[in-house]
């Protein structure tokens, strides 16, 4: 298998402020990660995909501005929600591939709840 | 875009009794398709998976058939046990599109002793 690790776990931040989410790749090289988010008891909904050393793209009714996704290297993409509301309180999780294989590997998600 | 859908939203069986969970994509491309099981706060967990070239895939009590002329696939668990209890999503690849998985909207199976 491999493994994709999202750091924090959890976060609370208070409104107005922003907050960064880690994606790592630990046993592999990733040029293509994505991002999601899921409120509670929906499903996952693809946000962006992130791709190493250039922009992101963004799916339709997500804004880019707010949701700042930076690939930097292989095996990193950081997601940071800016000037956080409590409605962007959710469950955000990443995935990626390991080389031609078509499995995602998900990382353990994120729990944003924002006060 | 890709277009999953999936039924039921809820699923309560016996313990012992078979559950199926049915999904249908819009998308023709899709060429493969995964069912996850996710438990509350965590990961989608990989369960089965069918390619495009294949109608029917097993792993013990667990089974995924796929019709690709109608555009739909499901998910078969036999001899249901409490600790199948979960959401159970489904979800669809386009290869030729970067790889992004749609989901369905999810299926809470309730296992009851």
């Known amino acids: 298998g491999a493994v994709v690790s999202q750091h924090p776990s959890w976060v609370i931040c208070k409104s107005g402020t922003s907050v960064k989410i880690e994606c790592r790749s630990l046993d592999f090289q990733a040029t293509t990660m994505f991002w999601y988010r899921q409120f509670p008891k929906q499903s996952l909904m693809l946000m962006a995909t992130s791709n190493e050393g250039s922009k992101a793209t963004y799916e339709q009714g997500v804004e880019k501005d707010k949701f700042l996704i930076n690939h930097a290297s292989l095996t990193l993409s950081t997601l940071t929600v800016t000037s956080a509301h409590p409605e962007d309180s959710s469950f955000y999780i990443c995935?990626?591939?390991?080389?031609?294989?078509?499995?995602?590997?998900f990382g353990q998600g994120t729990r944003l709840t924002v006060v | 875009g890709e277009n999953v859908e999936q039924h039921p939203s809820t699923l309560s069986v016996q313990e012992g009794d078979s559950a199926v969970i049915k999904c249908t994509y819009s998308?023709?491309?899709?060429?493969?398709f995964p069912w996850y099981k996710q438990e509350l706060g965590k990961r989608p967990q990989l369960i089965i998976d069918?390619?495009?070239?294949?109608g029917e895939k097993k792993d013990q009590r667990i089974a995924v058939t796929l019709n690709k002329t109608a555009k739909h696939f499901s998910l078969h668990i036999t001899e249901t046990q409490p600790e199948d209890s979960a959401v159970y999503f489904c979800a669809a690849l386009v290869g030729a599109a970067g790889n992004k998985l749609t989901f369905g909207g999810g299926t809470r199976v309730l296992v009851k002793p």
């Open positions: 995935s990626a591939y390991k080389g031609g294989k078509t499995e995602a590997f």
């Open positions: 069918i390619r495009s070239n294949v």
């Open positions: 998308d023709s491309a899709s060429n493969y």
